[in-house]
């Protein structure tokens, strides 16, 4: 239950496009369909942004896309607005009904 | 609309046991599998147990297996973590969790309870 890899942060300016990583094994991110990523603003309850390594929830703009290949999977947020600045966390299905998070990324909109 | 209230929470012992409770509406809540993810502070989401609808299939994360105890009842819409042998790197929020649909990803997450090992 290794925690999947993720940048510890990352910035863009208004109107820019950022991708955050997400790295795991075959035994979690490569071996399920099951990836998820969550956002959290500070003192907040994390929300849902993407599951199912590429579908938006109701709610959440289509200015937030997922994808993966392999062992790796990726969010990417295009048109950055003051109000994406957040933490975000990867969360993939690893197996047994267990889960594993990544170590989060600090999105910081210059 | 859903809504997940933890409940529970607050200062314990090393060594002691602590009982969260989180219920649920909105939903059918004996449709999902649902599940506990902790938050220590200042750091990042650890996901720490999880139960399927009926309660025949439990899971849990290495650091709590052998101490923490998922369970729920339907019929009052609730979910429950005991939490036996408590160590100072429990100390954190512990989030109740609406699965998705069928296990494949982490949906509504209640507000958080705090819980706090200490002596």
């Known amino acids: 239950q290794s925690a999947l890899t993720q940048p510890r942060s990352v910035s863009g300016s208004p109107g820019q496009s950022v991708t955050i990583s997400c790295t795991g094994t075959?035994?979690?991110?490569?071996?399920?369909?099951?990836v998820s990523w969550y956002q959290q603003h500070p003192g907040k309850a994390p929300k849902v942004m993407i599951y199912?390594?590429?579908k938006r929830p109701s709610g959440v703009p289509d200015r937030f896309s997922g994808s993966k290949s392999g062992n790796t999977a990726s969010l990417t947020i295009s048109g950055l607005q003051a109000e994406d600045e957040a933490e975000y966390y990867c969360?993939?299905?690893?197996?047994?009904?267990?889960?594993?998070f990544g170590g989060g990324t600090k999105l910081t909109v210059l | 609309e859903v809504q997940l209230v933890e409940s529970g929470g607050g200062l314990v012992q090393p060594g002691r046991s602590l009982r969260l409770s989180c219920t649920a509406s909105?939903?059918?809540?004996?449709?999902?599998?649902m599940h506990w993810v902790r938050q220590g502070p200042g750091k990042g989401l650890e996901w720490v147990s999880s139960?399927?609808?009926?309660?025949?299939?439990?899971a849990y994360a290495d650091s709590v297996r052998g101490r923490f105890t998922i369970s729920r009842d339907n019929a009052k819409n609730s979910l429950y973590l005991q939490m036996d042998s408590l160590r100072g790197e429990d100390t954190a929020f512990y989030y109740c969790?609406?699965?998705?649909?069928?296990?494949?990803?982490?949906?509504?997450w209640g507000q958080g309870a705090l819980v706090t090992v200490a002596s």
């Open positions: 969790v609406k699965d998705g649909a069928s296990w494949n990803f982490l949906d509504y």
């Open positions: 909105g939903f059918t809540f004996d449709d999902y599998a």
């Open positions: 139960i399927s609808w009926t309660s025949g299939s439990v």
């Open positions: 075959r035994s979690d991110v490569g071996g399920y369909k099951y």
């Open positions: 199912d390594v590429s």
């Open positions: 969360c993939s299905y690893a197996g047994s009904y267990s889960w594993v």
